[in-house]
């Protein structure tokens, strides 16, 4: 049974910084190939940023461009999404994914992906 588990949401003002966590129990965390996806309110849930299993190719939506950064540690069995410079429009329920497929490449369907975590919430004050 694979778990995610999302942590490090909360409130944050504009121009600030937070960082995500995220881990997948249940099988070698180093074979995961994560993602983070979120969804604001009255909308569908959309891309924010991707890693491959081996942390080598990462891949962003154009929003977070240059203020995300996703990272996978395998010693800790963790991805972290570095937020900078948040706005407003970051404000929603972030989600991680989890897939074992032994890519190269990073995932931006949200249907490659086989595991979610519950969420975790991300709000940004003006």
């Known amino acids: 049974q694979v778990q995610v588990l999302e942590s490090g949401g909360g409130l944050v003002q504009s121009g600030g910084s937070l960082r995500l966590s995220c881990t997948a129990s249940?099988?070698?965390?180093?074979?995961?190939?994560m993602g983070w996806f979120r969804q604001a309110p009255n909308k569908e849930r959309e891309f924010v940023a991707a890693?491959?299993?081996?942390?080598?190719?990462?891949g962003y939506a154009d929003s977070v461009k240059g203020r995300f950064t996703i990272s996978k540690h395998n010693v800790e069995d963790t991805v972290y999404l570095q937020m900078n410079s948040l706005k407003p429009e970051d404000t929603a329920v972030y989600y991680c994914?989890?897939?074992?497929?032994?890519?190269?490449?990073?995932?931006?369907?949200?249907?490659?992906?086989?595991?979610w975590g519950q969420g975790t919430q991300v709000t940004v004050s003006s």
């Open positions: 890693i491959s299993w081996n942390g080598r190719s990462t």
């Open positions: 994914a989890a897939t074992i497929s032994g890519s190269y490449t990073y995932y931006s369907s949200e249907h490659e992906y086989d595991y």
């Open positions: 249940g099988r070698t965390f180093s074979s995961y190939n």
